[in-house]
């Protein structure tokens, strides 16, 4: 058996080259779960999922490498003149790229495992969250270009035909350029939507007329959940060309408003302290304000209007439903004579008569 190996290059060449591969599994296997141990000592239970997201792609990296030595040593001691370094470079591109795609997903996860985007408080989560999505797809989108990119001008041919059609490359772009105009605009908004976020991830707006609360943002367009569960699709750009209403910009508090016409002769104080106590009853009310004031008075009657403070857009909408239906309700059973009324003078014939 020794002799046969000493008589056979080849032989040699396949036995070592497989002891490599298997050395190589077995330090992709052992490194791999050097990982997750260190990931098990954290108590962020997202970098279980990370290790899950790494694991194929962190394999294949290493294994590679150990086909890369395989690749030189049969090279050079086995198959005179047999070029495997193409190959190998386009594999290694490719898991390079599937690695680095894996590694943007597990920094995703991380950071907005740090962000509870369900929390009462959630500005900040959104605003992460936000900028975390909208990154990543700018980053996979990235390196699958510069990966394409590389691969493709590690062929001779391709090289070549690119150097022929240099002369025309300019006159080409500019054409290309016109026809794109409006998608590479429309990318430039998505990044600029990204970094100086006029919107967040669940945050209300009021859109085309639509109140709905923003449910996805990509680098093209951005998705409305309607309060009626249809979809408005916006185009990105629409958020930077065009005024719209953020209710949650700074803060998810809002102040929910109320109108009531009554006659004159309404005793507005005796309405005020029923007012508070349907606010202390009505469990959308977040204790901050309770105002009731005479805003508007007209020939036919007066506008009362009720602010009163909610959590929230959809806390703020159940708030006023409910405040309205309460105060029309007490004007019904305890004031009913000072409903809005239209007044007629009518004069008496007979008078005008004798006048």
Do not use: C
Not at 100 to 112: E, L, P, R, T
Request: aromatic content about 12%; glycine content about 4%.
């Amino acid at each position: 058996m020794i002799q046969f190996f000493k008589d056979n290059d080849f032989a040699v060449a396949i036995l070592i080259s497989s002891l490599i591969f298997i050395a190589g599994m077995i330090a992709a296997i052992w490194l791999f779960r050097l990982i997750k141990r260190i990931f098990r000592k954290q108590k962020n239970p997202a970098f279980y999922k990370v290790a899950s997201i790494i694991q194929y792609p962190f394999k294949a990296v290493i294994v590679l490498v150990a086909v890369n030595i395989i690749r030189t040593y049969v090279e050079s001691h086995a198959v005179e003149g047999l070029d495997l370094q193409q190959l190998f470079y386009v594999l290694f591109l490719l898991a390079t790229a599937w690695m680095g795609i894996a590694i943007v997903k597990a920094v995703k996860m991380i950071v907005i495992s740090n962000f509870d985007v369900e929390a009462s408080d959630n500005l900040k989560a959104r605003k992460i969250h936000t900028q975390i999505k909208v990154l990543e797809r700018i980053g996979i989108f990235v390196i699958l270009f510069v990966s394409l990119a590389m691969i493709l001008l590690s062929f001779e041919s391709i090289r070549q035909i690119g150097v022929s059609l240099l002369a025309s490359a300019g006159i080409a772009g500019i054409i290309i350029g016109f026809a794109a105009q409006k998608s590479i605009s429309m990318l430039l908004a998505g990044f600029q939507l990204a970094m100086t976020q006029p919107i967040r991830l669940d945050d209300v707006v009021i859109v085309e007329g639509e109140w709905g609360r923003i449910e996805e943002i990509t680098l093209t367009y951005v998705v409305v959940a309607i309060w009626d569960k249809r979809r408005l699709i916006v185009p990105v750009n629409y958020f930077i060309d065009n005024p719209f209403q953020n209710w949650t910009r700074q803060t998810s508090e809002i102040l929910g408003t109320v109108f009531i016409y009554v006659d004159y002769g309404f005793p507005v104080d005796k309405m005020r302290e029923f007012m508070t106590q349907a606010l202390k009853n009505n469990p959308y009310w977040d204790g901050k304000v309770n105002v009731l004031q005479v805003t508007d008075a007209t020939e036919k009657s007066m506008q009362l209007r009720a602010l009163a403070s909610a959590k929230d857009s959809p806390s703020a909408w159940d708030l006023r439903v409910k405040l309205r239906e309460d105060m029309l309700e007490f004007m019904r059973v305890n004031y009913p004579e000072y409903l809005p009324r239209n007044r007629v003078n009518i004069e008496n014939s007979s008078t005008k008569m004798e006048s």
